[in-house]
Structure formats: C-alpha cells, structure tokens
C-alpha cells in the first residue's frame, strides 16, 4: 500500500512546498485589497485560487 499524507513527498520537497505556502498569505492580502480597489475578472480568480490553495494546504490535501 502507498503511504497517504504529506510525508509521502521527499523531505526536500515537502521543504520547498512548504516555503512556498509561506507567501500565500501576504499574497492572499494583496490580492484581496487589489481586488477591492480594482475588481476584474482576472483578480476575483486569482483570489479565489488562492483561497483554494492555503484551504487545501490546511486541510492537509496537498
């Protein structure tokens, strides 16, 4: 059977993951305010993507 999670992955990649989850939030703010002040299509998917991708981080999914 395969091992399920996130230590499926090897270290150094769960490492550059990882970092790279750490600038979903402050990315996550920018476009929100973006959005806000400028609100287009193209911002409204981009925010919602990214919403998408810390949920799926927190759950644990990715």
Same mark, same amino acid.
């Given at each position: 059977?395969?091992?399920? #999670?996130? /230590? %499926? @992955?090897? *270290?150094? *990649? %769960? %490492? =550059? +993951?990882?970092? #790279? /989850?750490?600038? @979903?939030?402050? @990315?996550?703010?920018?476009? !929100?305010? +973006? ?6 299509? $193209?911002? &409204? =998917? @981009? *925010?919602? $993507? *990214? &919403?998408? !991708? /810390?949920?799926?981080?927190?759950? #644990?999914? !990715?």
């Amino acid at each position: 059977m395969f091992k399920k #999670g996130k /230590y %499926r @992955l090897p *270290l150094w *990649l %769960r %490492r =550059v +993951r990882d970092a #790279g /989850y750490q600038f @979903l939030i402050p @990315l996550s703010m920018f476009q !929100l305010i +973006r959005t806000i002040l400028f609100p287009t299509t $193209i911002d &409204v =998917v @981009l *925010l919602a $993507i *990214l &919403v998408v !991708l /810390y949920l799926t981080y927190v759950a #644990g999914v !990715l």
